[in-house]
């Protein structure tokens, strides 16, 4: 979801995690129902719409997001965390008072959702800004390295330090997404032309690799002296990308402890597996990787109509 975005009415990512596919000693041929172990939703625009004047009402009554989501069966809430957003402070000018998405507004968001007995998800994009296929653009605060060792030790301080940080305060998030959308990698655009990129469809495998395996590392560290054992979660877009993508960075790139595998799932875009085909692709995952498989974005518009003055990017 991007700023612009920001509809009238509620526009939040959806995530669907899947603990199970089947059950292999079952000999009916009758599938076994699945159940889901979360229900969740990304809620890191909701301190920014309450700070400029916006209303979550349900039932007719004003009520903090956090809770709504929580009554109507939500049991996990996503955040996206940015390295130094200082462009979320500028947009609104001289009244901007504070940052949106850094590690304070994520704190806050952590607070107030483990208050209403969710859990977290914490998406570290490894960026200033928003982190997809597209656009994997370096911190600014990284962008003169030069050495890929230099650049794991700076991501690896950086997420031990992050979650020590709220571990310390008793918000340690339950899970934690390395990288978001990581198609062709982490810190690939906008780079200077000395800096170890990690764009694996130009086939860094082992530099995106060790920068995960780092990350990783970090993460286990905090968890290994917190109450609250983190898992892991690596994260693509598209279903059509997951076997290609989690197939070479196991191997080429050599990382395995990681706990989920994770994608978006947009149907009106992701066009190439059909709704109906979704449950076989997520129990082929699962027992391919011997892992969990969360659906980490989902949505569909409720309707096509323009109801507000933003752009509506599903189009008639």
């Not at 983190?230 to 059509?240: M, R, S, W, Y």
Request: charged content about 20%; overall charge negative.
């Amino acid at each position: 979801m991007k700023f612009k975005m920001m509809m009238s009415g509620l526009l939040f990512t959806l995530l669907l995690f899947v603990s199970g596919c089947k059950d292999s000693t079952h000999t009916d041929p009758t599938p076994v129902e699945t159940k889901l172990t979360y229900y969740g939703a990304d809620l890191s625009y909701a301190n920014q719409i309450l700070d400029h004047g916006g209303v979550f009402k349900d039932g007719g009554e004003a009520r903090t997001p956090y809770k709504i989501f929580k009554d109507h069966g939500t049991n996990l809430v996503r955040l996206r965390l940015w390295h130094n957003p200082a462009w979320t402070k500028e947009l609104y000018g001289a009244s901007g008072t504070q940052l949106y998405n850094d590690l304070y507004d994520v704190e806050k968001s952590i607070k107030l959702s483990k208050e209403q007995g969710l859990q977290v998800l914490l998406d570290f994009h490894y960026s200033d800004s928003w982190a997809d296929p597209a656009r994997q653009d370096v911190p600014a605060a990284w962008a003169d390295i030069t050495d890929i060792a230099v650049l794991k030790d700076s991501v690896y301080n950086y997420t031990f330090k992050v979650l020590s940080y709220l571990n310390g305060k008793g918000l340690m998030p339950e899970l934690v997404q390395v990288g978001n959308e990581t198609n062709c990698g982490m810190m690939f655009t906008n780079a200077k032309a000395e800096f170890p990129t990690c764009n694996v469809c130009n086939g860094q495998w082992s530099q995106m690799g060790g920068v995960i395996n780092k990350a990783i590392d970090a993460i286990k560290n905090v968890s290994a002296v917190s109450s609250i054992k983190t898992k892991i979660i690596l994260h693509v877009a598209d279903p059509k990308n997951v076997t290609w993508w989690f197939d070479n960075i196991t191997t080429k790139g050599g990382v395995s402890n990681f706990d989920i595998v994770g994608f978006s799932y947009y149907p009106i875009w992701h066009t190439t597996v059909a709704i109906n085909d979704i449950s076989t692709n997520v129990s082929a995952f699962k027992s391919k990787y011997n892992k969990d498989v969360m659906i980490m974005e989902t949505a569909f518009p409720w309707t096509p109509d323009g109801d507000d003055s933003y752009n509506n990017q599903f189009g008639g």
